[in-house]
T-cell receptor, first 114, second 114 residues
Framework: AQTVTQSQPEMSVQEAETVTLSCTYD???????LFWYKQPPSRQMILVIR??????QNATENRFSVNFQKAAKSFSLKISDSQLGDAAMYFC???????????FGKGITLSVRP | DAGVTQSPTHLIKTRGQQVTLRCSPK?????VSWYQQALGQGPQFIFQ???????QRGNFPDRFSGHQFPNYSSELNVNALWLGDSALYLC?????????????FGPGTRLTVT
């Protein structure tokens, strides 16, 4: 079974600084997708960024980028120029190519200091 | 373009009762997945519906059942409620026709069992 591990329960970053959130996963599949979701106090789960395992290039979406290390099964999220609105819970999630369910990590609470 | 909607927003039930939660998918989506998110945890996959049939199921008892209607909307039913069923229930929709099967989440229904 696939598992997703987020070992840091909480992190804090100064506004305008850069922060990296860690995630590791375990799978025997070769075709899969990885995601980072953001869940603010409003509860709505918002997709931040997606990475396809077959792509070597790391995904980037504006201030958000990932460091995808397939051999190490590591998928970290870097947030640059952190903003107060980035404060939320962040979940790393996995989905195999032949299986549409998402497997989530336990999440990490990110706080942003003004 | 309306996103995923869920109703009701909040619900309070007593142990042993039954509850029905509703979800309308994003326009153009044909697949609905349900997740249970306990406080401070990542969402756990309950089941997924496609073409009005349960396509995949997570590790949840038969007390959890669902339905998908011809217009792709879906219901989640939980019978014989336990205190442990108190959680945020998230619905996610996707389109089974693209490689990515990207899932978009609704705002959730907060269920409290007393």
């Amino acid at each position: 079974a696939q598992t997703v591990t987020q070992s840091q329960p909480e992190m804090s970053v100064q506004e305008a600084e850069t922060v990296t959130l860690s995630c590791t996963y375990d799978t025997s599949e070769s075709d899969y997708y990885l995601f980072w979701y953001k869940q603010p106090p409003s509860r709505q789960m918002i997709l931040v960024i997606r990475q396809e395992a077959y792509k070597q290039q790391n995904a980037t979406e504006n201030r958000f980028s990932v460091n995808f290390q397939k051999a190490a099964k590591s998928f970290s999220l870097k947030i640059s120029d952190s903003q107060l609105g980035d404060a939320a819970m962040y979940f790393c999630a996995y989905k195999s190519g032949a299986n549409s369910k998402l497997t989530f990590g336990k999440g990490i609470t990110l706080s942003v200091r003004p | 373009d309306a996103g995923v909607t869920q109703s009701p927003t909040h619900l309070i039930k007593t142990r042993g009762q039954q509850v029905t939660l509703r979800c309308s998918p994003k326009s153009g989506h044909d697949t609905v997945s349900w997740y249970q998110q306990a406080l401070g945890q990542g969402p756990q996959f309950i089941f997924q519906y496609y073409e009005e049939e349960e396509r995949q199921r997570g590790n949840f008892p038969d007390r959890f059942s669902g339905h998908q209607f011809p217009n792709y909307s879906s219901e989640l039913n939980v019978n014989a409620l336990w205190l442990g069923d108190s959680a945020l229930y998230l619905c996610a929709s996707s389109f089974t026709g693209t490689r990515h099967y990207e899932q978009y989440f609704g705002p959730g229904t907060r269920l409290t069992v007393t």
